[in-house]
């Protein structure tokens, strides 16, 4: 019965795999602006700049709904 409540309180797997992918969609989008700013003559700085940006918010939304109430731990 100890095992049943264990089993029971832990995350299912896709719950686990929607919670990482925003953080992949993130990094994706940041390198494909990266990408198309520096294609179009945008300094590859800058554009690197942004796509950082981009995914550094993604990352920070990942660990801020952690704390969120109403999330299961």
Wanted: glycine share 10%; aromatic share 6%.
């Amino acid at each position: 019965m100890r095992s049943a409540a264990k089993w029971l309180r832990r995350p299912l797997a896709h719950d686990r795999i929607s919670a990482v992918m925003g953080l992949l969609l993130s990094i994706a989008l940041g390198l494909v602006v990266w990408i198309v700013l520096w294609a179009i003559g945008k300094s590859g700085f800058d554009a690197g700049l942004i796509g950082l940006a981009i995914i550094l918010i993604g990352a920070s939304l990942r660990i801020i709904t952690r704390y969120l109430p109403g999330r299961r731990s």
